[in-house]
């Protein structure tokens, strides 16, 4: 089973509310090294972590990240982010392919720029946080960049795990972080998203669902779409 200790572990977003405890987390849980990733790296007053500067969008930033951190041992594309405005039908064309940058193509590269380092390792991870809204699709542009993302690694788990790579996909609805301070309503503790993540990965689970609400939206994608939006009419015949 994939453990944390021992790991060398790469964090995207490290900065915000849910990479920051991962960082400390994963710490926690024996790991030697974690690479803090982020536009901006900040200073984290303790030698075992390494900040990383890591702009997702920029295959080049990706390439340099992947040449620096030949050690890895655990990828975690946390980083992420929501416009605003999430319609796809009046968010400016820009918007819509810059978020889709942040929440597709980055986990993608990087797990693309990251394999052949995965690959080395005996035992080796990718932990990719989707969202409940990746098979709910009320959030536009949102919805589908992390649909996008939630297919990718699906897609990517069976490529790799011939080679040992052991790929999760995290389910979780809001989350106590400013990315949600404008959403009602009950909202994760961070730090126990990271602990339910971690107990996954260590389990040797594939597919994380945080959250009662991502469980019971995954329940309901098997009956007539109508069941899962009521605000659609139904067919008559």
């Known amino acids: 089973m994939p453990t944390l200790n021992g790991a060398v572990v790469l964090v995207t977003g490290a900065n915000g509310g849910i990479g920051t405890h991962f960082v400390h987390e994963a710490l926690a849980r024996g790991a030697v090294k974690v690479y803090a990733s982020a536009r901006n790296p900040r200073d984290w007053d303790d030698d075992r972590v390494v900040p990383l500067a890591l702009d997702v969008t920029d295959s080049a930033s990706i390439e340099a990240a992947a040449e620096t951190a030949r050690d890895v041992t655990m990828l975690i594309n946390n980083a992420g982010a929501s416009p605003a405005s999430v319609s796809l039908l009046t968010l400016a064309e820009e918007e819509i392919r810059a978020n889709m940058e942040i929440n597709f193509f980055g986990p993608l590269l990087l797990a693309r720029a990251f394999a052949p380092v995965l690959t080395a390792s005996d035992e080796s991870v990718i932990i990719d946080i ?14 589908v960049s992390k649909a996008a993302l939630w297919s990718a690694t699906n897609a990517l788990r069976l490529e790799l795990a011939p080679d040992g790579v052991h790929v999760v996909g995290v389910h979780v609805g809001y989350v106590d972080t ?4 404008h959403a009602a ?18 389990a040797g689970e594939y597919e994380i669902l945080a959250d009662e609400g991502s469980v019971q939206v995954k329940a309901g994608l098997s009956a007539p779409i109508e069941a899962l939006y009521p605000q659609l009419k139904p067919v008559t015949g």
């Open 185 to 202: 309503g009950a909202k994760l503790d961070p730090a126990e998203l990271v602990r339910m993540v971690f107990d996954g990965v260590e």
């Open 178 to 181: 400013p990315m949600a301070a």
């Open 130 to 143: 989707h969202s409940l809204l990746s098979w709910y699709a009320v959030a536009g542009v949102y919805s």
